[in-house]
């Protein structure tokens, strides 16, 4: 036993000697400054892929090997061993064959009368850490994902002063090297364009500064070193560890360039688009303008007319303007209201309806065209119809009549009958079925899908006499359906047609009903007369004419300023009313009112001030009531509208003498 022992002990060096030559591992002596390699064995050569012979002749060779990142600290880690200890450290190599090998190295000084000469050591690749979960499996994949990433991934200190990591899209996405950045941490900046420096760099001090959990974003632009500008956005964000410290920033950033002119490009044709819808409602605006003051003249002139002492054939000449007039007005607001439908524009109110007044002005509308053909018309509404309801008469109105007309349009001989039921109904809502049916002329079974549809006819005799542009139905169909409801047709060719919406209804309260009940029925019986002193406003001659004589016809007493300062400068309060124009030179009409209402102040004493506008758009409404305006009658005025405006601030009919 003890000889073996010597034996070994005596053949130490070269049992070493020969176990490190044939050893996998490259195991060397060099000298503490790189410059001379006193040993190293043909592992070195599979590992680093340069021969023996080329590191005995360049001993620097090594340390050249050594990745820039690790260099500096591998060579001062060897200028800094002071101590007879092993030390074990990890570094990459650029290998010959152009790969970057980890390696591990656990080395030793070698001491000379306490003076470090040298250093022996052993060095292999470090083996790629095994993942010991998922985690780290997951982690791995991401770092080789993101490493094939056009995304640039950036981690900083927790003071986003240096770098830790950056992957490889940098060089793309900046045109520069990541070494740039080691080199200089702050170099991606000097990219950033002038004019975004200030919002980029507050976010860094954001991010640097306070400790939360905040995403920062934000898009700035690049001035590539060829002059390209480049949009890109960032994300950063704090990252803790486990124990809820901030560790360190970290971020993304995207090239969004292509993006960035996409959405110019949609900015820009959504702006076009709304500009162009904006024209068009310009436009409607204005043509409805400039037809109703025509028509105003036309409807007004023929309605004084017909009240003079005309003979049987005069007025009959005056009926055929009036008609014709109507039509025509009819017919542009049905353009109006289809082309306001398509724009959105078509504003509803809910407001309190009395249906049998409604039922019984339709009727007594659509009387006179019903009479002319010989046609019975009729109407019934089923006891369990609940009369005061929460809608939009006006619209309500305006389907009923055009179903109506259409009717009576379509029909040579027999009936029209609208009739009323109630279909559901609980404490709030109700829903109302109304069915206009005729003996008339039908549709045929293939058609009867499309009437519903705009500019759509059915080629009929009928309609070459009646005219009509194939919107009334379409219309119809719209406005049922913006208020909820639905639309249906059955018809029989040569027997009749059926036609009937459904619509819902608010209900009023009972308090209102009882106290609406016990006014007196809204029936015109006679010409209402109204003692009034009335003010006119309005600066078209021949409106002026039109709405003096037609106040003057129910009775008032009727005083006219040119235009909103002439009438400032009047003693306006001594009137009952007040008629204005909207669109008045100068001063307008909103102005105007605006000066009255604050005249008033708190006076207690409110004059009743009507707007008379050719302007039939929602938000021109709501801005008279904004201003304090009380009503709003459309031009061309009508005699009936007039009579319920005034009626409605006298106390309906009551006064009536
Ligand atoms: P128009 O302006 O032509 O009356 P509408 O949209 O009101 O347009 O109607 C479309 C078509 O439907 C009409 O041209 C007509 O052929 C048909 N129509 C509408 N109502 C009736 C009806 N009560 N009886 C027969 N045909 C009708």
Known sequence: MINTTQKINAQLGGIFYQ????SSYAYWIRSADFRRQFYINHAFENLWGYSCDQLYRNPELWIETVVKEDRDRIRQHFLDVCENKLTTMEYQIN?????????????????????????????????????SDYQDRASEFFRYFIEKSDTI?????????????????????????????????????????PDDRAKVGMQLVNIADKENDRLYSQRFRIVKENGEIRWVREKS??????????????????????????????RQAKENAEKANKTKSDFLAMMSHELRTPLNAILGMAQILRQSKLNKEQEGQVDVITL?????????????????????????????????????????DMLPLAKKKQLTLTYTIDRDVERHLIGDARRVQQVLSNLLSNAIKYTKKGFVKLKVTSLQRN???????????????????????????????????????????????????????????S????????????????IPFGLQSRELERQSTNLAPLRLVKEPQFNLHVLVVEDNKINQKIAKMMLEQIGCRVDVAENAEQALSMNYSIYDMIFMDL???????????????SHEGNTGHRIPIVAMTAHVFMHDQERCFQVGMDEVVAKPIMRDDLIAVVGRFKECFSDVR
């Not at 152009?98 to 470090?126: H, L, V």
């Not at 486990?242 to 970290?250: D, L, R, T, Y």
């Not at 025509?328 to 504003?347: A, P, Q, Y």
């Not at 639309?487 to 459904?502: K, P």
């Open 19 to 22: 176990f490190a030559k044939n």
């Open 427 to 485: 404490n709030k809502e109700t829903a109302l079925c109304f069915t206009v049916e005729d003996s008339g002329i039908g549709i045929e079974k293939s058609k009867i899908d499309s009437i519903f549809r705009r500019f759509q006819q059915i080629e009929s005799v009928y309609q070459r006499q009646h005219g009509g542009v194939g919107l009334g139905l379409a219309i119809v169909k719209e406005l049922v359906e913006h208020m909820g409801g």
């Open 324 to 364: 014709a007039g109507k039509n025509l007005l009819s017919l542009l607001n049905d353009i109006l209201d289809f082309t306001k439908l398509e724009v959105g524009k078509l504003r509803f109110s809910r407001e309190n309806l009395d249906l049998l007044y409604l039922i019984n002005q339709l009727m007594s």
């Open 583 to 597: 669109g008045l030179p100068n001063m307008d009409g909103f102005q105007a009112t605006q000066q009255i209402r």
């Open 487 to 502: 639309t249906a047709v059955s018809s029989e060719l040569g027997v009749g047609s059926q036609f009937s919406c459904i």
């Open 153 to 193: 991934f950036w981690v900083r200190d927790r003071k986003n002063k240096h770098p830790i990591y950056i992957n490889s899209a940098y060089e793309k996405i900046w045109g520069k090297s990541r070494e740039s950045l080691t080199q200089n941490p702050d170099s991606w900046y000097d990219l950033v364009h």
């Open 237 to 266: 964000y704090l990252m803790y560890n486990k124990q809820g410290e901030a560790i360190a920033c970290a971020g993304t950033v995207e090239d969004i360039t292509e993006d960035m002119f996409h959405e110019s490009e949609l």
């Open 95 to 131: 290998a010959a064959s152009g790969k970057i090998i980890p390696i591990k190295e656990t080395s030793m000084p070698i001491f000379d009368k306490g003076r470090c000469i040298a250093f022996i050591g052993m060095a292999m690749e470090a083996a790629p850490e095994l993942p």
